[in-house]
């Protein structure tokens, strides 16, 4: 158990439609980092939040966008969905900044199917 | 540009026999670090270990070791009398000073048959 927690574990979308993904961080965590894991690949970094400020973004579309709220949990919001978005997706929540320099704890992910 | 490559992308071994997980990264940053991460079936990244780019030593931790080879931009990763809870997909991550973000390798499915 990492004391991060995602919601919802699976998720099955139509093409077109938006979703919200959830994440709570481990108590005490400030940071919060969002990787979309496809299928036989590697984590991809999508975005940071830290202190409820977006703090780097990778490679990902405007179509993909986050919260952070005062608590530090965190959401990501995809609208448009392709079928391409068909992945896992992972929140990592640690202390501070850089996040290299820390811990960072991994939740067990939302698995996304679109159709 | 960063980048990891983990070439193996899946291996099997016997209970108690001996497993290297290769790694070679990529970086122009003089400051990095270096992470293995562990994902079971469940999906959780789990931590392994974090290696500073000044810290060339060897690491052993059980039965785990870490051979980080700046020469060669290699961290390798043996794990020795596997066991079949080692059963998982491994992933290889690189951190360099600029940025805060993890770069992931491909991962190394490794599958221990009892």
């Known amino acids: 158990e990492t004391g991060v927690t995602q919601s919802p574990t699976h998720l099955i979308k139509t093409r077109g439609q938006q979703v919200t993904l959830r994440c709570s961080s481990q108590s005490g965590h400030n940071t919060v980092s969002w990787y979309q894991q496809a299928l036989g690949q590697g984590p991809q970094f999508i975005f940071q939040?830290?202190?409820?400020?977006?703090?780097g973004r990778g490679n990902f579309p405007p179509r993909f966008s986050g919260l952070q709220f005062p608590n530090y949990s965190s959401e990501l919001n995809v609208n448009a969905l392709e079928l391409d978005d068909s992945a896992l997706y992972l929140c990592a929540s640690s202390f501070g900044l850089p996040v290299r320099n820390t811990e960072a704890f991994f939740g067990q992910g939302t698995r996304l199917t679109v159709v | 540009a960063q980048k990891v490559t983990q070439a193996q992308t899946e291996i099997s071994v016997v209970e108690k026999e001996d497993v290297t997980l290769d790694c070679v990264y990529e970086t122009r940053d003089t400051t990095y670090y270096l992470f293995w991460y562990k994902q079971p079936p469940s999906g959780e990244l789990v931590f392994l270990i974090r290696?500073?780019?000044?810290?060339?030593q060897n690491e052993i931790s059980g039965r785990y070791s870490w051979n980080f080879q700046k020469s060669t931009s290699s961290f390798n990763f043996t794990i020795t009398a596997s066991q079949v809870v080692d059963s998982a997909v491994y992933f290889c991550a690189l951190s360099p000073n600029t940025g805060n973000q993890f770069y992931f390798g491909t991962g190394t499915s490794l599958t221990v048959i009892p």
């Open positions: 290696r500073n780019s000044f810290d060339e």
């Open positions: 939040y830290y202190r409820e400020e977006e703090n």
